[in-house]
């Protein structure tokens, strides 16, 4: 965990088989302090002696890993130990190879779990620092959010106790009904019988965002992963045609043209924060057809989901609505909406919008996030 202390090292692990590599890492960092706390390199000459270290120490904050040492995947081996068999989201990692034909960037960025992809033959000294001086402050962010969690936790009410455990033991039942109806859709099924799967599974899916809420779990948070973000907003909107075609309103979308093809962002938050935020509206604005707009800003990098009541004037196929219902915010949906706000601050974003909600019901929600190209 997170030290307070200034005289507490930031602990990094280097793992390579290069008795050199060891040796620069060492004169670059000799001396050096990242908020007042000088930095401590640990050594490890394979991937057994770093597992055994990951093993005895608990605060090493980030790995500067080679990938071929003693097989040509050793070190894609070691994230999956890192990340798998010791389940730690938390601690950086950042991979440095002098073989990128062993392990091509595009790859290992989408399948493995990692923060930075360094070539040995084009790195420096000021490239080397940067990349550590952002693993280190990603890994304070993260543990700060986990100790504020757990001061949290520890002063919680037992309303909220109660809340978290419940989300708790339905999320185990909610995730293995997801697993049975993904199982159907494998099966040779008629038009009509398909149709019922999915719209089990969307209802499914929801219930699982429900639970999620209440649950109110960090660990989310730190699952970066790479993906097109137009398949969440794609996803989210599968999940909510069910009860669009039941109640008979519109939901529509648009996507910016300038959105990056691939985005790195926690998916399983943004996911939760968007339905969650789409739920809300949807409840706030009773009766009213929906408009969704994803849009990117290229200079402040930020994704930007606007979600609003369609009308007449801007829907283009005439207007479908029924009279908006005003209606005032129960406490779950007060409860939902507040954490969606505190999801999205804890991703680093802004938020804005009203809990009430009604008939010019409007939210925005920006996100920091950082594009593949």
């Not at 081996?77 to 990128?100: A, E, S």
């Not at 962010?141 to 757990?150: C, F, N, P």
């Not at 859709?185 to 038009?191: I, N, W």
């Not at 706030?284 to 007449?312: H, V």
Request: contains cysteine; glycine residues 6%.
């Amino acid at each position: 965990m997170l030290s307070n202390s200034e005289n507490t090292p930031w602990r990094i692990l280097v793992v390579d088989d290069e008795e050199g590599i060891h040796g620069i890492t060492r004169m670059i960092f000799r001396g050096y302090q990242f908020e007042n706390r000088s930095i401590e390199l640990i050594s490890a000459f394979n991937g057994e002696e770093a597992r055994d270290i990951l093993r005895s120490t608990s605060d090493i904050a980030l790995i500067l890993l080679d990938v071929v040492m003693e097989s040509d995947d050793e070190g894609l081996k070691l994230i999956d130990f890192v990340r798998n068999t010791q389940g730690n989201r938390d601690i950086r990692i950042i991979l440095r190879t002098g073989h990128p034909g062993y392990a091509p960037e595009t790859e290992v960025i989408v399948d493995y779990d990692i923060n930075d992809y360094l070539s040995k033959a084009e790195l420096s000294a000021s490239r080397l620092l940067t990349s550590v001086v952002v693993a280190l402050r990603s890994y304070r962010d993260i543990e700060s959010a986990r100790q504020h969690q757990q001061q949290n936790t520890d002063q919680q009410p037992l309303e909220s106790i109660l809340l978290n455990q419940l989300g708790q033991s339905l999320k185990p039942l909610v995730e293995d009904s997801i697993k049975q109806a993904g199982r159907l859709k494998q099966l040779g099924l008629s038009p009509m019988a398909q149709d019922l799967v999915q719209v089990l599974n969307a209802h499914q899916q929801r219930l699982y965002n429900s639970c999620l809420i209440l649950e109110d779990n960090l660990q989310i948070l730190v699952q970066l992963e790479v993906l097109d973000v137009r398949e969440i907003l794609d996803q989210l909107v599968q999940n909510l045609l069910p009860q669009a075609r039941q109640q008979g309103w519109l939901l529509d979308y648009q996507v910016d043209e300038n959105l990056p093809t691939r985005v790195r962002l926690a998916a399983k938050a943004v996911n939760q924060l968007w339905m969650s935020l789409t739920e809300h509206a949807l409840h706030s604005c009773s009766g009213s057809d929906l408009k969704l707009q994803l849009s990117y800003n290229d200079a402040s990098q930020e994704l930007e989901l606007t979600i609003n009541t369609l009308n007449s004037d801007d829907s283009g196929f005439g207007s479908l609505n029924r009279k908006p219902v005003q209606t005032s915010a129960t406490q779950w949906q007060r409860f939902r909406y507040q954490q969606a706000e505190k999801l999205c601050q804890q991703l680093g974003g802004e938020l804005s919008g009203s809990e009430q909600g009604g008939a010019d019901q409007l939210l925005c929600c920006r996100l920091p996030v950082e594009a593949i190209i």
